[in-house]
Structure formats: structure tokens, C-alpha cells
């Protein structure tokens, strides 16, 4: 079945340690951690100190997704900070093939993301390489942005293509989830379904229950 994965960008950090507790408590397995760094994206958001610091706390499954330029200098790093699975941007990287050898080094889960403007094919040569891409349903950068349906057709054609060719990879998606348009996202081949606003604002645990519930009904 598919799964949410709660993005911390949009939680409250004066509460941060709080409200991890209600996500690990609320049966999510998966944490999203966005890494922004002001140059692939114009936001800076958090980097490795704080990582490590809720590493320590934390239990869930640590989805690093790095929104930064030449990620390659930063996989060691991130890896012993806590990382279970790293994401990197092939609009970021100027070999990625070095950076997916590079992550291959260590004990963590290989992961690429692709931009709206960003077509499938490019991920054609490293398809049997990876254990998830990662479709942005948005401009990556901001949280609460509207989801550009489009994206929507790139799940589906990766969903084909794991199928075809015998791919293990998984999908996720970023960007605009809500209740709303969560049940679309599974269905065109969503494994795990980021969502941010959608569960840190309001009651955390009645706004995860709801979208596991349509995560369900979905599946």
C-alpha cells in the first residue's frame, strides 16, 4: 500500500520536537526532510546540525531530499548526520552519474527528483540504478504552493516503465498534496505521497489519519 511521508518544512519549529512525536505516533513510517540550500532554490532552509539533532530523537525513516546545487560534496555528510535515503536533483548536478556513485559508497537509499519542466527521459540511464524518483508536483522551494496537474502524467509514465521493464524502483511525489487531490496521486502509481501544509496545519494527528484514510481508499 502506499504511504505518507509528513515534510517538516511546513511544521512549526518552535514545537519541532513536539510535533515529531505526534507524527511518529501517528503510524507514518516516513519523514521528509527538505535541504535547501539558496542557490538550486531561492530558500535556505536547514542542513546537517539539525538533521542530527532530531536523528537522536527520532525513529522514522529519515527521506533527506537535498534542493542544492552539486549535492555530491554533501553525501558523506548527510549520511552520518542520519539519512536513510538521499534525493538529489539531476537539474542539480553536473554529473550525475558520480553523485549516484558517490551515494552507492554507503548504507543509504539512492533517490533523483526531477522538476516540473524536467521530462522522464532523463533519467532513462540510471532507471536500474536507483530506489526511488521523486516527481515535484511544484516549483521546488516554497511550501503550500497549488499542484501543477501536469506532473501527474509523469507518474503515470514512470509507473509504466517500472512495470514493463521489471524496475524496483519507487514513487514519490512533493508538492500540493492535500486531501483533495491525494486520491489522483495514488492512483496514477504514487508509492509515497509528501505532504506538508496538508499535515502541520491544524491537529496533526486527525489531519494524518484523514489522509492515510483516503491513502487507503485509494490503494
Known amino acids: 500500500m502506499s504511504e505518507l511521508a509528513p515534510s517538516i518544512l511546513s511544521a512549526d519549529f518552535t514545537h519541532l520536537g513536539e510535533q515529531l512525536q505526534l507524527i511518529e505516533h501517528s503510524g507514518t513510517k516516513v519523514l521528509h526532510i527538505d535541504v535547501m540550500d539558496g542557490m538550486f532554490v531561492p530558500s535556505i532552509s536547514f542542513g546537517m546540525p539539525v538533521i542530527r539533532s532530531i536523528r537522536k530523537e527520532c ?60 521530462s522522464i527521459d ?27 496537474t501536469e506532473t501527474l502524467e509523469k507518474v503515470k509514465g514512470l509507473d509504466q516503465i517500472r512495470k ?31 505532504a506538508g501544509t496538508a499535515v502541520f496545519r491544524g491537529k496533526i494527528e486527525e489531519n494524518v489519519r484523514d489522509l492515510q484514510e483516503v491513502i487507503a481508499g485509494a490503494s
Open 59 to 118: 525513529g522514522l525513516f529519515f527521506d533527506v531530499h537535498l534542493m542544492i546545487q552539486e549535492p555530491v560534496r554533501y553525501i558523506k555528510e548527510f549520511v552520518d548526520a542520519g539519512a536513510d535515503s538521499i534525493t538529489i536533483h539531476v537539474e542539480a548536478c553536473e554529473d550525475v552519474q558520480a553523485t549516484i556513485d558517490a551515494m552507492a559508497q554507503y548504507p543509504v537509499k539512492k533517490a533523483l527528483s526531477i522538476n516540473p519542466a524536467t
Open 122 to 148: 532523463i533519467l532513462e540511464p540510471y532507471l536500474d540504478q536507483i530506489d526511488m524518483i521523486l516527481v515535484m508536483g511544484v516549483e521546488p522551494g516554497f511550501g503550500g504552493q497549488k499542484l501543477i
Open 164 to 194: 514493463e521493464r521489471g524496475y524496483s524502483f519507487k514513487i514519490e511525489f512533493d508538492g500540493g498534496v492535500n486531501r483533495e487531490n491525494l486520491k489522483e496521486i495514488i492512483k496514477n502509481g504514487t508509492d509515497i505521497a509528501v
